[in-house]
């Protein structure tokens, strides 16, 4: 048997403890499902692809975020106990499920779109895989947008209005991305108290991405072209 | 945030390396005008400087200037880590280097406890 | 405060950090070598006391640490503490003018102390 904690209720809720079957093959999810299906329908949940491809599953698995359907029971349950909770860092709506629109915000915030500088007819952009910004860019890509570094940093925890890992991260593609036409305006999006250059180099997000992305080294990467940016007067 | 929540995602290496580098700072900040202060004595007089360096001669007391030996060793080695990872091109080893930096200075706080006593 | 402003007190304080990072390595190795054998007014007199050299080198040192450890203190101010900017700015501010003053003052102090 499993004694299960799991957070129910909004921001001021409480933890509440269920027993669960144990099962040889077991993911937090199994878990989490099996609690809302056979204890208690109200339970509030999120999950979609349930194989690792979405990111919907992603919760505070005994104290580090994690995306459910790929965390196996025996790989974190201490002595057959588990703690669910929302994850960090992000308003609670009901039980585990958390409100994502902070997160998408700072998303666009960052200068997250693409900004296209060709039209329908002209030729594609030649753009050789072995090209060292091309490298850099792909090196962000894999990005889903699960918010699991988000919940994993303590400077969004200290600083709410910190852009965070995945949205660096993502303007960082942009920036080496050959094809956008965005610029140095991008730069002038990242910099500031609120950009980059508040990231302390924790490495909680590489730590923790279930795609081992380095969000860390894309922020890096936006240090230097702040910093000559700056330099420039170009900011 | 749930209350009661476990915090575990803060369980390794780099974070630690963080910190000690957030409270090393915070204490040799506020350190410095005591250290000014003391040396400022120096314009009182040479009795003035010896009975202050006569006070931190007492065990304790080099036993805490270590400590700050320590925090300042703790310092410029986790700078440096984190100057060369915010402006030299990315390496996949960068842990390696906070045992590096740890090492350096425990090794700087020993060698002065040692010339002290 | 604007984000360029913002941007550029980051850069001040990265700058400052490395020369530092020079000047905090040769005060250690000089601390170390300095105790050995006890430690003197006399004699820190005599080494530090009128010399240029080590007047020159103290004055940059608590010039890079004016700038460096108050913006550290006004990012850890910014993102433990519930101060409003201002005062977490104003604090920063007073912190730079203290190591300025005390430091410069201990700087002059001893080179005007002769001996050597």
């Given at each position: 048997m499993l004694v299960v904690e799991i957070w129910r209720g909004g921001e001021d809720g409480r933890f509440q403890s269920f027993d669960v079957p144990r099962l040889e093959n077991q993911t937090v999810l199994d878990v989490v499902t099996y609690v809302q299906r056979k204890l208690d329908p109200g339970l509030s949940y999120r999950f979609s692809c349930r194989v690792g491809m979405c990111g919907s599953c992603a919760m505070t698995v005994n104290g580090t975020p994690r995306w459910t359907c790929r965390t196996h029971v025996s790989r974190v349950a201490e002595d057959g106990q588990l703690q669910i909770a929302p994850l960090r860092n992000l308003p609670v709506i009901k039980d585990l499920s958390v409100d994502m629109r902070n997160f998408f915000d700072k998303l666009a915030k960052a200068g997250g779109a693409f900004q296209s500088t060709k039209a329908r007819t002209d030729n594609f952009a030649q753009i050789p895989p072995a090209d060292p910004q091309r490298k850099q860019a792909d090196a962000g890509i894999e990005c889903i947008g699960c918010a699991v570094c988000y919940a994993a940093c303590d400077v969004v925890t200290w600083k709410p209005t910190y852009l965070g890992p995945a949205a660096l991260n993502r303007a960082w593609t942009l920036v080496n991305d050959a094809r956008d036409g965005m610029g140095d305006k991008r730069l002038s999006l990242v910099a500031g108290d609120d950009g980059c250059i508040a990231c302390h180099s924790q490495q909680g997000c590489q730590e923790h991405c279930p795609k081992s992305l380095s969000p860390t080294a894309a922020i890096a990467g936006l240090k230097r072209s702040v910093a000559v940016a700056a330099l420039k007067g170009k900011l | 945030?749930?209350?009661?929540?476990?915090?575990?995602?803060?369980?390794?290496?780099?974070?630690?390396?963080?910190?000690?580098?957030?409270?090393?700072?915070?204490?040799?900040?506020?350190?410095?005008?005591?250290?000014?202060?003391?040396?400022?004595?120096?314009?009182?007089?040479?009795?003035?400087?010896?009975?202050?360096?006569?006070?931190?001669?007492?065990?304790?007391?080099?036993?805490?200037?270590?400590?700050?030996?320590?925090?300042?060793?703790?310092?410029?080695?986790?700078?440096?880590?984190?100057?060369?990872?915010?402006?030299?091109?990315?390496?996949?080893?960068?842990?390696?280097?906070?045992?590096?930096?740890g090492g350096l200075s425990l090794a700087a706080g020993l060698l002065f406890l040692v010339n002290a006593f | 405060m604007s984000e360029v402003t913002q941007t550029r007190l980051w850069l001040a304080q990265r700058i400052s950090a490395m020369v530092l990072a020079v000047a905090v390595a040769i005060h250690l190795?000089?601390?170390?070598?300095?105790?050995?054998?006890?430690?003197?007014?006399?004699?820190?007199?005599?080494?530090?006391?009128?010399?240029?050299?080590?007047?020159?080198?103290?004055?940059?040192?608590?010039?890079?640490?004016?700038?460096?450890?108050?913006?550290?203190?006004?990012?850890?101010?910014?993102?433990?503490?519930?101060?409003?900017?201002?005062?977490?700015?104003?604090?920063?501010?007073?912190?730079?003018?203290?190591?300025?003053?005390m430091g410069m003052q201990a700087v002059l102090g001893f080179y005007g102390l002769g001996g050597g």
């Open positions: - | 945030m749930a209350v009661g929540m476990k915090t575990r995602h803060r369980n390794h290496s780099t974070w630690w390396a963080f910190a000690l580098h957030r409270i090393s700072g915070v204490v040799l900040a506020l350190y410095l005008p005591v250290h000014f202060q003391v040396l400022a004595l120096a314009m009182d007089g040479e009795a003035v400087l010896d009975e202050a360096l006569k006070w931190s001669d007492q065990p304790l007391v080099k036993l805490a200037e270590a400590g700050l030996i320590f925090l300042l060793a703790a310092h410029l080695t986790g700078g440096i880590r984190l100057l060369a990872l915010e402006f030299l091109p990315w390496r996949n080893w960068q842990k390696s280097l906070v045992a590096a930096s | 190795t000089g601390i170390i070598v300095a105790i050995q054998g006890g430690l003197s007014a006399a004699e820190i007199i005599g080494r530090v006391g009128g010399s240029f050299t080590l007047a020159a080198f103290y004055g940059v040192f608590v010039l890079a640490c004016a700038v460096h450890a108050p913006i550290g203190l006004r990012t850890v101010l910014a993102e433990m503490t519930d101060l409003k900017p201002v005062l977490v700015n104003g604090i920063a501010g007073a912190f730079t003018a203290v190591i300025l003053l």
